[in-house]
């Protein structure tokens, strides 16, 4: 007879997670069975990852585009002063650290941007996304990829002492798109870098995401939340807005018509290098940006200057000329990965 039981190293190492009663040694099991995909290994992401692989989830693809900096160690609690001064890239840095934690686990770092050319090959053989990502149009993206590969996601957002949180699992959910048809204008939204952002806020929204992954995961699907989450610490408001319907509610173009626009790169911004001036200039299709509103809101995080026709934003070793059509040129790099990063930082999507 084949003896099923958890090894002596699995029931103490897990012990006080199998006696949960809704998860137990079955739950435990399905855990080290799955397959999960975090994008972005920043705040959220790095939590998420901590807790999963804590946790003993099989698999861990962590996939990042930045590196370690000074000013995000109050919130990301995987980096410390010495991967800042290796100028470690994110997601490295996280599984060095990540594989000390839980040897068991496979833990796979890529450093990349998120695109449509290799989101569905980073979604390949996992079981949940999760959304580590500072920037809607990543998060439209990936919501276009999980309902177009029937994979459940956990989208997650923190800015200020704001954060929200809602779980998708296609087919029987609403989606991103259902909840906001359209990703919201560039400069519409505050990012951490012109809002601020609040750690405690990181860990609630983070801690809620994974709570969820882990339902998923253990095979407790009819326990997860049915209900866009809006917590404000600060504040201390706690709102909770049923979705349940919401898919039934509204013809959306991705679950109902099933319209990958992000997916296709049809949505989305579009990067050119322009040759021998060291920048690259960003297009966002879109109903462009409202540069009078985008002056206030930059006011203290760098030089900014502005005419009738652009607006300038002068912010560590870069310049970002934005236009009123929402076109951007981000002088100081010639990657279009790094534009991208500081577009999302100061301008949001």
Known sequence: MIDHSPSPDVSSRYARQMRYAHLGE???????????????????????????????????????????????????????EADVADGLPKAA???????????????????AHIGPENVESLCAGVDLILDGTDNFETRYLINDAAVH???PWVYGGCVGAEGQTMTIVPGETGC???????????????????????????????SI???????????NLAAISRQLTVIDLWQNRFLQIDVRDLRDRVDCPACKQRQFVWLTGQQGSRAAVLCGRNAVQLTQ??????????????????????????LRLKVDNFELTLFPDGRAIVQGTDDPAIARTVYAKYIGS
């Open 176 to 206: 991103l798109r259902c909840l906001l048809p359209d990703c919201p204008p560039p400069g519409s939204t505050p990012t951490c870098d012109t809002a601020g952002v609040l750690a405690p806020i990181v860990g609630v929204i983070a």
């Open 285 to 310: 299709p879109g109903p462009g940006v409202l540069l009078d509103e985008l002056a206030r809101r930059l006011e203290g995080i760098g030089r900014v200057t502005r005419n009738a026709f652009l």
């Open 93 to 111: 840095a996280a599984a060095e650290k990540l594989q000390k934690i839980n040897s068991a686990v496979e833990i796979e770092p890529i450093v």
């Open 149 to 151: 590969l029937n994979l």
């Open 26 to 80: 079955e739950g435990q099991r399905s855990l080290a069975a799955s397959r999960v995909l975090i994008c972005g290994c920043g705040a959220l992401g790095s939590l998420l990852a901590n807790t999963l692989v804590r946790a003993g989830v099989g698999k861990v693809r962590l996939v990042d585009r930045d590196f370690v900096e000074l000013s995000n160690l109050h919130r990301q609690t995987l980096f410390d």
């Open 209 to 219: 995401q994974a709570q969820e992954a882990i339902k998923i995961l253990s095979g």
